[in-house]
């Protein structure tokens, strides 16, 4: 198996993209495509030793950043790490795509480059989310702000056989994101939403309220891209917020750096509890190839599991089930 | 100034509800007009000995719950102390009515026994949240699922208002929940708010992330109901995780309770920030009269606040000058 990274996406590019492909490549049985500036690789791998035969550079001279524009720096910076890490995919030449550069961008490269898979109305951002029971997948989490109920259908089916394939669920729970949970609430769209899911053959729960999110009963939790983005966010404010406060006020006298520093490894079993990184990237559904977004400040660890992420994609065969769900329900 | 006060809504009526009364009537300068069940609300004043000749009761016989339908409720439960109460709102009776009732039943009784305020066409609820650095009203919280841009343009109108008179801040932010921060960015919906909300009067600063909601930056936080209200119940469902979370780890072993036996007055410090009963109620905004909905699971001293934000209003003229600012912008 052979896994393309852009190694020059994320805040952290190159030194923890490159470190993160090398621990996957001493550990996994993978080969790694590492696209980007190969002057500046080498000197990352050089600097730390991270020499490995599993690892190949593809030079390209250009990149996208979160200031261009998604779709004209898809058109025009063709030699960028990101649109030649895509064609790559598209071309075969490798089995998955990994980048943390810009998610606009790689939305966009996925459309346009690797494209949609037939009989997908849209492509939908589905990052793995830890909640206290249990992690679940948030789709649409960004890629359509505007959505119809039939593509609320598709995200239900790709998101149930990600979570059976990749997150090994047997029978992966649906919900709704919704402001009641009674059938008759929510706004114009959540209530067709509701109808569509309901006639289908997933294993629909109803609504969910946001309240509930957090707890991670409900596997494939479901929304438009506006609300999904916003639950995203919101999460990582609210948790950001609350350690910025705590933080602040353990801090703020001797006998609370003392209470504070005897917690310290119940805050660190919370931390990695919480740690987006364990849990891979975001992956884009719906695209005839795997895409994985890692998040902008990945560090190698976060690389690490986003390979590893492509990995299980590839050999559950993500794409091709989701193809085959497709085509038997609009037959 | 006399305040209305629904004796029978919320998880603790009519004990807490009785003994915010009580407590209001006692510190501030007012009348309360209890409404609900006699027998039940004397019960209270003897076994709590919270005698008080400011306090009168209204009796009433029925209840509405959380099980009505609130529009039905409205029209039917004709002796509910919540639609009796908004009726003597209506009759000038009182200058302000409060519940820790069913949502939905007071959002119909503002509309349909209050009224809306002439040129305005939607009601909105407008809680007040802690922020880290400030709080800020959300609004919509939940009273349209959905919304036009012009909805969202009265929703800012009336939150400066708001924001001035009872919060005293001289010229309130007003911030459109996107997501993205340029102007360009989000749904069709929310790109039709920012031109209306940018040709506006109103001191707009543009597009808010959900990531920076918690900070409390922005002093009026607009956006459709169900935005806000998923919004307004993530706030609680994160904040809540967290804390079971850290709850569970600290009493997972001896040496970590001593840290969080040391840590008390942080947590408790931390709580009082984050207590949603420091601020009130939500406010009804658009109705023509001043409507508090308090949490359902208020206790006392939320009743007491609740009443003391709904004297700020009336002595801030809140009502009054939502009809002239409106006026004004129609005109």
Known sequence: MKI?????????????????????????DIEILLVGDKDKIEDVIKGNNLYS????????????????????????????SLVVGMK??????????????STGAILAG???????????DRAALSPVLPGKNNYFMLIDSGANADCKAENILEFGIMGEIYSKKVLKKQTPTIGLVNIGSEEEKGNAFTKECFKVLKESNLNFKGNIEAREIPDGNIDVVLCDGF??????????????????????????????????????????RFKKKFDYTEYGGAILLGVDGTVIKAHGSSNSKAIKNAIKQAML????????????EVRRYKS
């Open 4 to 28: 393309i990274v852009d190694a020059m996406g994320g805040d952290n590019a190159p030194l923890e993209v490159v470190k993160g492909s090398y621990l996957a490549a001493k550990e996994y």
């Open 53 to 80: 035969d599993k690892i190949e550079i593809v030079h390209t001279t250009e990149i996208i950043t979160n200031n261009d524009s998604p779709t004209l720096a898809i058109r025009r910076k063709k030699d960028s």
């Open 88 to 101: 790559l995919l598209k071309e075969k030449k490798g089995d998955a795509f990994i980048s943390a550069g």
């Open 110 to 120: 996925g459309l346009f480059i690797v494209g949609r898979i037939e009989g997908i």
């Open 227 to 268: 609300t999904g983005n916003v639950i995203l966010k919101l999460f990582e404010g609210v948790a950001g917020t609350i350690f910025d406060i705590l933080k602040e006020e353990i801090t703020s006298s001797t006998i609370s750096k003392i209470g504070g520093l005897i917690l310290k490894p119940v805050f660190k």
């Open 313 to 324: 994609c590839v050999n559950g065969n993500i794409v091709e089930d989701i193809k085959n």
